[in-house]
Protein backbone atom coordinates (compact mmCIF):
# COMPACT_ATOMS: atom_id res chain seq x y z
CA UNK A 1 0.00 0.00 0.00
CA UNK A 2 1.70 2.96 -1.52
CA UNK A 3 -0.59 5.34 -0.99
CA UNK A 4 -1.30 6.05 -4.84
CA UNK A 5 -5.06 5.79 -5.97
CA UNK A 6 -5.58 2.51 -7.69
CA UNK A 7 -2.78 0.43 -6.21
CA UNK A 8 -4.84 -1.12 -3.49
CA UNK A 9 -6.08 -5.28 -3.71
CA UNK A 10 -9.00 -4.00 -5.19
CA UNK A 11 -11.52 -1.15 -6.62
CA UNK A 12 -14.16 -1.63 -4.31
CA UNK A 13 -14.96 2.15 -3.34
CA UNK A 14 -14.39 2.82 -7.65
CA UNK A 15 -16.84 5.89 -8.49
CA UNK A 16 -17.89 6.17 -5.26
CA UNK A 17 -17.02 9.95 -3.30
CA UNK A 18 -15.50 9.83 0.18
CA UNK A 19 -15.31 12.47 2.69
CA UNK A 20 -12.75 11.81 5.94
CA UNK A 21 -12.21 14.61 8.57
CA UNK A 22 -9.28 14.10 11.04
CA UNK A 23 -7.52 13.29 7.68
CA UNK A 24 -4.62 14.75 7.85
CA UNK A 25 -3.23 12.67 10.72
CA UNK A 26 -3.29 9.13 12.26
CA UNK A 27 -6.49 7.06 11.78
CA UNK A 28 -7.76 9.69 9.17
CA UNK A 29 -4.81 9.45 7.28
CA UNK A 30 -4.64 6.15 6.48
CA UNK A 31 -8.70 5.57 5.87
CA UNK A 32 -8.02 8.14 3.06
CA UNK A 33 -5.31 6.69 1.44
CA UNK A 34 -6.84 2.70 1.90
CA UNK A 35 -10.59 4.32 0.06
CA UNK A 36 -8.45 6.21 -2.53
CA UNK A 37 -6.34 3.11 -3.04
CA UNK A 38 -10.06 1.20 -3.61
CA UNK A 39 -10.68 3.48 -6.19
CA UNK A 40 -12.83 6.44 -4.46
CA UNK A 41 -12.54 10.11 -5.15
CA UNK A 42 -11.22 11.17 -1.29
CA UNK A 43 -12.10 14.71 0.28
CA UNK A 44 -9.79 14.77 3.15
CA UNK A 45 -11.20 17.65 5.28
CA UNK A 46 -9.30 18.98 8.81
CA UNK A 47 -8.36 21.61 10.97
CA UNK A 48 -4.94 21.41 9.58
CA UNK A 49 -4.70 22.07 5.80
CA UNK A 50 -1.25 21.93 5.30
CA UNK A 51 -1.72 18.56 7.07
CA UNK A 52 -4.83 17.24 4.72
CA UNK A 53 -3.01 19.18 1.61
CA UNK A 54 0.31 16.80 1.95
CA UNK A 55 -1.95 13.61 2.46
CA UNK A 56 -3.67 14.58 -0.16
CA UNK A 57 -0.02 14.59 -2.32
CA UNK A 58 0.78 11.18 -0.93
CA UNK A 59 -2.84 10.57 -2.82
CA UNK A 60 -2.47 11.94 -5.91
CA UNK A 61 -5.24 11.41 -8.27
CA UNK A 62 -8.77 13.47 -7.93
CA UNK A 63 -8.37 13.64 -3.83
CA UNK A 64 -8.67 16.99 -2.62
CA UNK A 65 -8.14 19.09 0.93
CA UNK A 66 -11.03 20.93 2.64
CA UNK A 67 -10.64 22.68 5.44
CA UNK A 68 -12.90 22.40 8.37
CA UNK A 69 -13.28 22.86 11.95
CA UNK A 70 -15.62 20.10 13.53
CA UNK A 71 -16.64 22.04 16.75
CA UNK A 72 -18.21 24.64 13.99
CA UNK A 73 -21.55 24.03 12.55
CA UNK A 74 -21.47 26.24 9.89
CA UNK A 75 -18.13 24.63 8.91
CA UNK A 76 -19.41 21.69 8.27
CA UNK A 77 -22.09 22.57 5.92
CA UNK A 78 -19.17 24.43 4.44
CA UNK A 79 -17.10 21.43 3.99
CA UNK A 80 -19.85 19.06 2.37
CA UNK A 81 -20.72 22.33 -0.29
CA UNK A 82 -17.18 22.34 -1.08
CA UNK A 83 -17.61 17.90 -1.78
CA UNK A 84 -21.10 18.43 -3.64
CA UNK A 85 -19.95 21.06 -5.80
CA UNK A 86 -17.01 19.52 -6.98
CA UNK A 87 -17.94 15.83 -6.78
CA UNK A 88 -21.98 15.86 -7.05
CA UNK A 89 -22.37 13.53 -4.61
CA UNK A 90 -21.23 12.00 -1.33
CA UNK A 91 -21.36 8.21 -0.64
CA UNK A 92 -19.34 8.01 2.58
CA UNK A 93 -18.39 10.03 5.34
CA UNK A 94 -16.40 8.79 7.37
CA UNK A 95 -16.38 11.52 10.92
CA UNK A 96 -13.63 10.88 12.43
CA UNK A 97 -11.74 14.36 13.65
CA UNK A 98 -11.15 14.24 17.70
CA UNK A 99 -9.27 15.55 19.84
CA UNK A 100 -7.77 14.19 23.26
CA UNK A 101 -6.02 17.07 25.18
CA UNK A 102 -3.63 16.31 27.67
CA UNK A 103 -5.44 14.77 30.80
CA UNK A 104 -4.35 12.75 33.66
CA UNK A 105 -7.50 11.72 35.83
CA UNK A 106 -10.38 14.00 36.55
CA UNK A 107 -8.52 16.61 38.75
CA UNK A 108 -6.46 17.42 35.75
CA UNK A 109 -9.28 18.56 33.80
CA UNK A 110 -10.97 21.79 34.16
CA UNK A 111 -14.00 23.83 32.67
CA UNK A 112 -12.22 24.89 29.33
CA UNK A 113 -10.87 21.35 28.67
CA UNK A 114 -14.02 19.89 29.03
CA UNK A 115 -16.05 22.26 26.90
CA UNK A 116 -13.14 21.88 23.95
CA UNK A 117 -13.35 17.97 24.14
CA UNK A 118 -17.21 17.94 24.21
CA UNK A 119 -16.78 20.48 21.07
CA UNK A 120 -15.29 18.76 19.32
CA UNK A 121 -15.83 14.82 20.24
CA UNK A 122 -19.32 15.38 20.51
CA UNK A 123 -20.56 18.49 19.23
CA UNK A 124 -18.31 17.81 15.99
CA UNK A 125 -19.96 14.52 15.16
CA UNK A 126 -23.42 15.81 16.15
CA UNK A 127 -22.29 18.93 13.06
CA UNK A 128 -20.86 16.13 11.19
CA UNK A 129 -23.90 13.65 10.91
CA UNK A 130 -26.41 17.23 10.71
CA UNK A 131 -24.21 18.77 7.50
CA UNK A 132 -24.17 14.99 5.42
CA UNK A 133 -27.29 13.48 6.47
CA UNK A 134 -29.08 16.24 3.97
CA UNK A 135 -26.79 15.02 0.76
CA UNK A 136 -25.97 11.32 1.58
CA UNK A 137 -26.29 9.06 -1.13
CA UNK A 138 -28.91 6.04 -1.52
CA UNK A 139 -26.57 2.70 -0.18
CA UNK A 140 -24.20 5.19 0.99
CA UNK A 141 -22.89 5.01 4.84
CA UNK A 142 -21.32 7.11 7.95
CA UNK A 143 -19.09 5.57 9.90
CA UNK A 144 -18.13 7.97 13.34
CA UNK A 145 -14.68 7.10 15.34
CA UNK A 146 -15.56 7.07 18.72
CA UNK A 147 -13.61 5.09 21.09
CA UNK A 148 -13.55 2.30 23.57
CA UNK A 149 -13.83 5.38 25.95
CA UNK A 150 -17.21 5.27 24.44
CA UNK A 151 -18.60 2.10 25.67
CA UNK A 152 -16.50 2.00 29.12
CA UNK A 153 -15.47 4.55 31.45
CA UNK A 154 -11.89 5.82 31.19
CA UNK A 155 -10.62 7.53 34.82
CA UNK A 156 -7.53 9.29 32.81
CA UNK A 157 -10.04 11.82 30.57
CA UNK A 158 -13.45 11.55 31.81
CA UNK A 159 -14.90 14.57 29.65
CA UNK A 160 -13.24 12.77 26.53
CA UNK A 161 -15.00 9.45 27.94
CA UNK A 162 -18.32 11.22 28.18
CA UNK A 163 -17.83 12.94 25.11
CA UNK A 164 -17.04 9.12 22.78
CA UNK A 165 -20.04 8.06 25.05
CA UNK A 166 -22.26 10.85 23.68
CA UNK A 167 -20.89 10.32 20.15
CA UNK A 168 -21.77 6.37 20.07
CA UNK A 169 -25.65 7.32 21.47
CA UNK A 170 -25.61 9.98 18.37
CA UNK A 171 -24.92 7.29 16.31
CA UNK A 172 -27.47 5.29 17.24
CA UNK A 173 -30.30 7.79 17.95
CA UNK A 174 -29.71 8.73 14.18
CA UNK A 175 -30.00 5.01 12.21
CA UNK A 176 -33.92 5.40 11.39
CA UNK A 177 -32.99 9.31 9.65
CA UNK A 178 -30.35 7.41 7.71
CA UNK A 179 -32.09 4.59 6.91
CA UNK A 180 -35.01 7.10 5.60
CA UNK A 181 -32.58 8.02 3.12
CA UNK A 182 -31.54 4.27 2.23
CA UNK A 183 -28.06 4.43 4.50
CA UNK A 184 -26.28 3.16 7.40
CA UNK A 185 -24.49 4.60 10.20
CA UNK A 186 -22.01 2.81 12.87
CA UNK A 187 -19.47 4.03 14.89
CA UNK A 188 -15.64 2.33 15.10
CA UNK A 189 -14.52 2.25 19.22
CA UNK A 190 -10.85 1.53 18.81
CA UNK A 191 -8.24 1.19 22.10
CA UNK A 192 -5.44 2.70 22.16
CA UNK A 193 -3.58 3.08 18.52
CA UNK A 194 -0.21 4.72 17.99
CA UNK A 195 -0.90 7.88 16.30
CA UNK A 196 -0.25 11.26 17.72
CA UNK A 197 -3.07 11.86 19.27
CA UNK A 198 -1.80 9.69 22.20
CA UNK A 199 1.97 10.92 21.86
CA UNK A 200 4.40 8.58 22.52
CA UNK A 201 3.73 5.08 23.63
CA UNK A 202 4.65 5.58 27.27
CA UNK A 203 2.49 8.62 27.40
CA UNK A 204 -0.51 6.85 26.00
CA UNK A 205 -4.57 6.92 26.83
CA UNK A 206 -3.88 2.80 27.36
CA UNK A 207 -2.23 3.12 30.68
CA UNK A 208 0.78 1.36 30.05
CA UNK A 209 0.98 -0.95 32.66
CA UNK A 210 -2.40 -2.28 30.35
CA UNK A 211 -0.43 -2.73 27.18
CA UNK A 212 0.94 -6.19 28.39
CA UNK A 213 -2.66 -7.01 28.65
CA UNK A 214 -4.12 -6.63 25.60
CA UNK A 215 -4.51 -9.91 24.20
CA UNK A 216 -2.74 -8.69 20.60
CA UNK A 217 -0.20 -7.42 22.89
CA UNK A 218 0.28 -3.08 23.02
CA UNK A 219 -0.55 -0.54 20.58
CA UNK A 220 -2.83 -1.33 17.54
CA UNK A 221 -2.30 0.76 14.29
CA UNK A 222 -4.16 3.26 12.44
CA UNK A 223 -3.78 1.22 9.57
CA UNK A 224 -6.11 -1.42 11.50
CA UNK A 225 -8.87 1.44 11.97
CA UNK A 226 -8.97 1.86 8.26
CA UNK A 227 -9.62 -1.25 7.40
CA UNK A 228 -12.90 -1.77 9.84
CA UNK A 229 -13.80 1.84 8.15
CA UNK A 230 -13.62 0.68 4.93
CA UNK A 231 -15.21 -2.48 5.62
CA UNK A 232 -18.11 -0.18 7.80
CA UNK A 233 -18.73 1.58 4.92
CA UNK A 234 -18.50 -0.93 2.14
CA UNK A 235 -21.57 -2.84 0.64
CA UNK A 236 -20.35 -6.32 2.84
CA UNK A 237 -21.48 -4.65 6.06
CA UNK A 238 -24.66 -3.88 3.72
CA UNK A 239 -26.75 -5.43 7.32
CA UNK A 240 -24.47 -4.09 9.86
CA UNK A 241 -26.32 -0.87 10.78
CA UNK A 242 -26.51 1.50 14.56
CA UNK A 243 -23.62 -0.67 15.84
CA UNK A 244 -20.41 0.59 17.58
CA UNK A 245 -17.43 -2.29 16.79
CA UNK A 246 -14.80 -1.82 19.43
CA UNK A 247 -11.42 -2.67 17.50
CA UNK A 248 -8.88 -3.17 20.27
CA UNK A 249 -6.86 -5.96 20.14
CA UNK A 250 -9.08 -7.60 22.39
CA UNK A 251 -8.58 -5.54 25.53
CA UNK A 252 -11.69 -5.14 26.37
CA UNK A 253 -12.74 -8.91 26.29
CA UNK A 254 -10.57 -9.50 29.08
CA UNK A 255 -10.10 -6.43 31.24
CA UNK A 256 -9.93 -6.46 34.55
CA UNK A 257 -8.94 -4.30 37.54
CA UNK A 258 -5.26 -4.49 38.38
CA UNK A 259 -4.88 -5.82 41.92
P1 LIG B 1 -4.59 12.28 15.33
O1 LIG B 1 -4.31 13.36 16.33
O2 LIG B 1 -3.46 11.60 14.65
O3 LIG B 1 -5.59 12.82 14.22
C1 LIG B 1 -6.70 13.61 14.58
C2 LIG B 1 -6.94 14.60 13.46
O4 LIG B 1 -8.12 15.37 13.79
C3 LIG B 1 -5.79 15.61 13.29
O5 LIG B 1 -5.39 15.66 11.94
C4 LIG B 1 -6.39 16.91 13.76
O6 LIG B 1 -5.86 18.06 13.09
C5 LIG B 1 -7.85 16.70 13.44
N1 LIG B 1 -8.71 17.60 14.23
C6 LIG B 1 -8.63 17.86 15.56
N2 LIG B 1 -9.54 18.77 15.90
C7 LIG B 1 -10.22 19.09 14.77
C8 LIG B 1 -11.28 19.98 14.48
N3 LIG B 1 -11.82 20.75 15.43
N4 LIG B 1 -11.74 20.05 13.21
C9 LIG B 1 -11.17 19.29 12.24
N5 LIG B 1 -10.15 18.44 12.45
C10 LIG B 1 -9.68 18.35 13.70
O7 LIG B 1 -5.46 11.22 16.15
P2 LIG B 1 -6.05 9.78 15.77
O8 LIG B 1 -5.58 8.85 16.82
O9 LIG B 1 -5.87 9.46 14.34
O10 LIG B 1 -7.58 10.07 16.09
C11 LIG B 1 -8.62 9.87 15.15
C12 LIG B 1 -9.87 9.54 15.92
O11 LIG B 1 -9.68 8.32 16.64
C13 LIG B 1 -10.26 10.58 16.98
O12 LIG B 1 -11.66 10.76 16.97
C14 LIG B 1 -9.82 9.93 18.28
O13 LIG B 1 -10.54 10.41 19.39
C15 LIG B 1 -10.12 8.48 17.97
N6 LIG B 1 -9.43 7.51 18.82
C16 LIG B 1 -8.09 7.42 18.83
C17 LIG B 1 -7.47 6.48 19.65
C18 LIG B 1 -5.99 6.34 19.72
O14 LIG B 1 -5.52 5.60 20.61
N7 LIG B 1 -5.22 6.98 18.82
C19 LIG B 1 -8.26 5.63 20.44
C20 LIG B 1 -9.64 5.75 20.40
C21 LIG B 1 -10.22 6.68 19.57
Redesign the pocket.
Known amino acids: MNGKAGSGTGAGFSGKVVLV??A?????RAAAIRFAEEGARVFCA???LA?AEAVVAEIGGMAAAVP????DSASNRAMVQTVIDAAGRLDVAFL?????GQADGLATVDEDLFDRLVA??LK?VFNGIKAVEPVIAQGGAVVV?A???GVIGHPGNPAYCAAKHGAVGLVKSCVDAFAARGARINAIC????E????GAPDVA?VPVGDLPRVPLRGFGQ?QHIAEVALWLASPAAGFVNGQAQVVDGGLLSTFAPVT
Open positions: TGASGIGDLNGVDVANAGYYINGTSAAPGGVTPLVMA
